[in-house]
């Protein structure tokens, strides 16, 4: 039997303030209000801020994400992110 892994049961992989890169296409899931369910709002490649940590259906972390340069805030999950080493 095999079990879905809890993100919760181990600390959030990113932190407040980490600058981050979009690894996956992220479209609109019908929560972002002024844009079409299924819009495309960020692609690979954007670099944002994590600005907030909450979760979802108590088994997911949640980042929201400042994409400046795009002027919007994104939910993400781990897999849609990585993190940007400042050199």
């Known amino acids: 039997m095999s079990h ?9 992989v990113f932190e407040l303030e980490d600058k981050v890169r979009l690894t996956k296409i ?7 209000g002024n844009r079409e369910r299924g819009a495309i709002l960020a692609r690979p490649g954007e670099i944002g801020y994590v600005i ?11 980042y929201s994400v400042h994409f400046i340069e795009l ?3 994104v939910g993400c999950r781990k897999q849609e ?7």
């Open 81 to 87: 992110l990585e993190l940007v080493e400042e050199s």
């Open 71 to 73: 002027g919007i805030v």
């Open 26 to 32: 992220i479209r609109n899931d019908g929560t972002f």
């Open 52 to 62: 907030g940590i909450g979760t979802f259906l108590q088994h997911f972390y949640i």
């Open 4 to 12: 879905t892994e809890n993100e919760l049961d181990a600390p959030p």
